[in-house]
């Protein structure tokens, strides 16, 4: 069974830094694209970034361009986000989700993917 599980959130002042992880087991993640969604309350579920299985193709969300950093460790089977500069606007619950159809970035449709991890609460204060 192929599962994703996230971690590394956590409550952060306006500014500050925090790593999310996402660990796969049941297949390999240098097999498929990771991407993060997150989710504020009352919001829709929005794409944040993409890592292909080579790293070679990586894509973010115009909003968080500069600031997060998306990164994949294929013998660890996890993919980091790194998150800079980080405002009250990024304050979600972040998922990552991947399918084995999708070895590179397949776009932003929550939907589309069938290994969907339980999220991971990120909270910045003012």
């Known amino acids: 069974e192929v599962q994703l599980q996230a971690s590394g959130g956590g409550l952060v002042q306006a500014g500050g830094s925090l790593r999310l992880s996402c660990a796969a087991s049941?297949?390999?993640?240098?097999?498929?694209?990771i991407t993060w969604f997150r989710q504020a309350p009352e919001k829709e579920r929005e794409g944040v970034a993409c890592?292909?299985?080579?790293?070679?193709?990586?894509r973010y969300r115009e909003s968080v361009k500069g600031r997060f950093t998306i990164s994949i460790d294929s013998a660890k089977n996890t993919v980091y986000l790194q998150m800079n500069s980080l405002t009250p606007d990024d304050t979600a619950v972040y998922y990552c989700?991947?399918?084995?159809?999708?070895?590179?970035?397949?776009?932003?449709?929550?939907?589309?993917?069938?290994?969907r991890g339980q999220g991971t609460q990120v909270t910045v204060s003012s």
């Open positions: 890592i292909s299985r080579s790293g070679g193709d990586i």
């Open positions: 989700a991947a399918d084995p159809m999708y070895s590179v970035c397949a776009g932003y449709d929550w939907r589309q993917y069938e290994s």
């Open positions: 049941g297949f390999r993640s240098a097999e498929v694209a």
